[in-house]
């Protein structure tokens, strides 16, 4: 069965610093998502992507955040200047036109 | 702006037993559609049911169904038979309509927890 994969599993980081996180979503797919859930809390919306550009985002993503999608297939999400409030759980997310969200098993981003 | 309420923080239920996790939500738009999703301990997001707001029929898969009462909003989890193996986080989610980016609204989730 067709799966999403992020990379790396966990991450730590210094704050300040840029971390880039990364999706290979599933290959047929078209909409590609990022949400963040902050331990303990729901999971929140952050940016959407569709035909090479974004779609959508939330106001959580703010200048500091960017995504792209430099070869076709990885899908990156970059924080430029980590802050410790950006300490979370990342997951990629893709679907076609049907109904189903993929999520992939998340990235867990630690900043010290 | 889209809303998705759960009331239920945490649910215990008996092995063996069926259970209902609630989810109202709130929207203006028509079409609109509702999914659960599992989060077990490991953390990873597993995708479990799907109802449309056009469909008459509410959705079932495996002892998973979905108690879907347009008027009143709601879109209600129903597992029957629990397994320990169910002891996981359990999050409704609402879907923006198609044309828009159809990114997905979560509530705040209900822990489970099965008891032998």
């Known amino acids: 069965e067709p799966e999403v994969t992020q990379t790396p599993s966990h991450q730590v980081t210094q704050m300040g610093q840029e971390v880039i996180l990364r999706c290979v979503p599933i290959?047929?797919?078209?909409?590609f998502y990022w949400y963040r859930q902050i331990l303990g809390q729901k999971v929140e919306f952050l940016v959407s992507f569709y035909n090479n550009e974004i779609s959508e985002k939330s106001e959580i993503f703010d200048d500091q955040f960017s995504v792209e999608r430099p070869d076709g297939s990885n899908f990156t999400l970059k924080i430029r200047s980590t802050k410790l409030e950006d300490s979370a759980m990342y997951f990629c997310a893709t679907t076609s036109a049907y109904n189903e969200q993929f999520f992939g098993p998340g990235t867990r981003l630690t900043v010290l | 702006a889209q809303k998705i309420t759960q009331t239920q923080p945490g649910m215990f239920v008996q092995e063996k037993e069926a259970v209902t996790l609630d989810c109202t939500y709130d929207t203006s738009d028509q079409s609109y559609g509702l999914f659960w999703y599992k989060q077990p301990s490991s953390g990873e997001m597993i995708f479990l049911i799907y109802q449309g707001s056009y469909d008459e029929q509410n959705a079932t898969e495996g002892r998973y169904s979905l108690n879907f009462q347009k008027a009143r909003k709601s879109a209600n989890l129903v597992i029957s038979a629990s397994q320990l193996g169910d002891s996981a986080m359990y999050f409704c989610a609402m879907r923006r309509p198609s044309g828009s980016a159809r990114q997905l609204t979560f509530g705040s989730g209900t822990q489970l927890t099965v008891l032998p």
């Open positions: 290959s047929n797919h078209l909409y």
